[in-house]
């Protein structure tokens, strides 16, 4: 594929949608519409906030790891690989972008303990073609994936 084609990673069929209500923005809480999410939010002290909840960031930290770890174990499956012990652990940064506004910067840190570096490598790669919150960030932050 040549630098510069876009790859269409919308879905062709919806399986499945989730549903989150936020009531009173970054100072408040979140429920999901099925009752099983009922969570208090706050902003975190390094954003001027008293830190007593989660906040946006740690739940899409939440996401994307459990996410792209499932993604690892789909293609790690798939090729018969073996990958006892390991984790996916993600880093949300938060802060001010050029337009005034403010943008994200995820770092994932991928363990693959049983693997071989070569293999384990080609398998993160696998996974972040196939994991959802890869194909949906992709291009518009930056996701730095470290390999230990």
Known sequence: MSEG???????????YVAEATAHGGRDGYVTSQDGRLELRVAMPPELGGDGDGTNPEQLFAAGYSSCFHNALVL????????????????KVGI????????????????????????????????????????NATRGNIDVSIVLG
């Open 5 to 15: 084609t876009a790859v269409d990673t919308r879905p062709k069929k919806i399986m």
């Open 75 to 90: 293609v790690g499956r798939r090729a018969g690989l073996d990958l006892t012990g390991s984790t996916v652990a993600a």
């Open 95 to 134: 802060g001010p972008n050029a337009q005034q506004g403010y943008g994200l910067a995820v770092a994932l840190s991928v363990s693959l303990p049983v693997l071989d570096q070569q293999v384990a490598a080609q398998l993160v790669e696998a996974a972040h073609q196939v994991c959802p919150y890869s």
